[in-house]
Nanobody
Framework: QVQLVESGGGLVQAGGSLRLSCAAS????????VQWFRQAPGKERELAAI???????YYADSVKGRFTISRDNAKNTVYLQMNSLKPEDTAVYYC???????????????WGQGTQVTVSS
């Protein structure tokens, strides 16, 4: 079992920055792919970024060039640095740890409880 706790959300003005943290306990995150999702009110949950256990990353087009996902294995934590924030980035942000088989995520994800990010115009 992996327990995930997100933190770092808050209210920020457009153009500002926030850094979200996804801290894990129970198992080390180094062997998992970690995904950041977000869900805006009335919308489906969407994938924002992935940090693969091998070090590669993926970003959705909507956040590419503004968000950076990174890991600190010593702290068993994955971060999402969000710069140049826009009002449309407003959402609850969730992290998820996934087992992988090659370049494919498999199995049931472990989810955190989410952290609210609100970007004012």
């Amino acid at each position: 079992q992996v327990q995930l706790v997100e933190s770092g959300g808050g209210l920020v003005q457009a153009g500002g920055s926030l850094r979200l943290s996804c801290a894990a306990s129970g198992r080390t995150l180094s062997s998992y792919a970690v995904q950041w999702f977000r869900q805006a009110p009335g919308k489906e949950r969407e994938l924002a970024a992935i940090s693969w256990s091998g070090g590669s990353t993926y970003y959705a087009d909507s956040v590419k060039g503004r968000f950076t996902i990174s890991r600190d294995n010593a702290k068993n934590t994955v971060y999402l640095q969000m710069n140049s924030l826009k009002p449309e980035d407003t959402a609850v942000y969730y992290c998820a740890a996934r087992s992988t088989l090659g370049a494919v995520v498999v199995g049931t994800p472990y989810w955190g409880q989410g952290t609210q990010v609100t970007v004012s115009s």
